[in-house]
């Protein structure tokens, strides 16, 4: 999900989701960096809409990586063409 693909992750919809803090929470790699400002700053991630973002793109739990990669390959516009 961090390479470039055909297919975009809607962030909008990403946003409506009420699972990503509690994903964010109980994930070991984000569980107190999501909790505290500034562990946030010091692992250079800025919070915005209860989403974690290095570089401009997504941090994805990785409890939230499977749901992700079905969705993205289960959509008419998912997986492989030809």
Do not use: A
Not at 11 to 18: A, I, Q
Not at 49 to 58: A, G, S, T
Request: aromatic share 8%; net charge positive.
């Amino acid at each position: 999900l961090s390479r470039p693909t055909t297919q975009q992750l809607n962030v909008h919809s990403l946003k409506r989701n009420p699972d990503w803090p509690n994903s964010y929470l109980k994930d070991p790699e984000y569980q107190q960096i999501f909790q505290q400002p500034e562990k946030v700053r010091q692992q250079g991630l800025v919070k915005k809409d209860n989403l974690l973002y290095r570089h401009h793109r997504i941090c994805i739990p990785k409890s939230m990586v499977p749901d992700l990669l079905r969705s993205c390959h289960s959509e008419p516009t998912g997986g492989h063409f030809g």
